[in-house]
């Protein structure tokens, strides 16, 4: 299969756990992967066996890596188990869609960032500038949080294990689509601040 120049990459895994890079006929490491994520390098991970597309578990394993790496680590335990806790959970739909509105919104704010620290004058950086965008994205994540704890009943308790939840048919379609809606506005009110 001849690979366009904007499609993905394909990478092959076979089942010796080697990973087979198509568009350069050379295998590859995670790392390898890690390096190309980070370049903006869109790849696809397929079984070499049964064809299907584990691109997900592949850079499941890839962040599984870097967090055991030691250096840095940017999943806090906290975050860890509220996400593991809504796996199987009826909002579990929209953790996906929350969480890639957030990185974006996140993304957008760090080249805002960068864009502050490289326009420094004379190596003294203006702190006020950073301060309140990181306002804006910890307000983003509580504002987030509790609107997901409002799904729960108690906001203090939002997302801890064992929190209190609603009874089935407690909370209306109608309740859940308006505060669904909400949350979309003020996310796309953050996405076009700046």
């Not at 502050?116 to 004379?122: E, H, L, R, T």
Request: aromatic share 10%.
């Amino acid at each position: 299969m001849a690979e366009t120049r904007n499609s993905p990459i394909t990478i092959k895994k076979y089942a010796n756990r080697r990973l087979y890079n198509t568009a350069t006929s050379s295998y590859v490491t995670l790392d390898h992967l890690c390096q190309m994520v980070k370049d903006g390098t869109e790849f696809v991970v397929y079984d070499a066996k049964t064809g299907d597309d584990i691109t997900r578990s592949v850079l499941t394993q890839i962040i599984v890596e870097e967090e055991s790496k030691g250096g840095q680590n940017l999943l806090p335990i906290g975050f860890l188990r509220q996400l593991i806790s809504f796996y199987g959970d009826s909002l579990g739909g929209l953790v996906p869609r929350y969480l890639e509105h957030s990185m974006q919104a996140f993304s957008h704010n760090e080249e805002r960032m960068r864009d502050v620290m490289q326009n420094a004058f004379g190596g003294i950086f203006p702190l006020q500038p950073f301060e309140e965008l990181n306002k804006q994205n910890v307000a983003f994540f509580e504002n987030a949080m509790k609107m997901f704890g409002r799904f729960y009943g108690d906001e203090e308790n939002a997302g801890k294990p064992g929190a209190a939840r609603p009874a089935a048919g407690e909370s209306s379609i109608d309740d859940l689509k308006a505060k669904l809606n909400a949350m979309q506005e003020q996310l796309d009110a953050l996405s076009k601040k700046g």
